[in-house]
């Protein structure tokens, strides 16, 4: 599933779409992406999986750079999952952040108004 960010703290070239939930520089170049996400609690056993990825789509081919997985979750708390990697982008690239719950039914994601708990972060390397 791709993750519906609903508020930008800070977007100042309005790279973010958020009809589509989509991130697309229009500047080239190489990208440090950090993706965080809390998940509540989820339905299952344990030897399930949660997933997040962070998505590069270029020419029409997606592709994961970034993973980060464990068991399904599901103690009393939210669990916090990051994951991060660095990646080439021409301008037209986009990318998006994804979430696998291999549960029996649906999990929330725990969120913030500042997004202490679930964002998604871009910096130019070059």
């Known amino acids: 599933t791709v993750v519906h960010f609903d508020k930008t703290n800070s977007d100042p070239q309005g790279w973010y779409n958020s009809g589509t939930y989509r991130i697309t520089p229009t500047v080239s170049g190489y990208y440090l992406v950090e993706f965080q ?4 609690t989820g339905t ?3 030897s399930n999986q949660n997933n997040i990825q962070i998505r590069k789509t270029s020419g029409g081919t997606t592709t994961s750079f970034a993973l ?4 399904l979750y599901i103690g009393s708390n939210a669990k916090t999952f990051t994951t991060f990697g660095v990646v080439q982008l021409n301008g037209t690239d986009y990318i998006e952040c994804t979430v696998y ?3 029996t039914a649906s999990q929330n994601i725990r969120g913030t108004s500042d997004g202490a708990w679930t964002k998604v972060t871009l ?3 070059q």
């Open 123 to 125: 910096t130019k390397l």
């Open 37 to 40: 996400v809390a998940l509540e």
């Open 68 to 71: 980060s997985q464990d068991n």
């Open 44 to 46: 299952g056993s344990a």
């Open 101 to 103: 719950n291999g549960g």
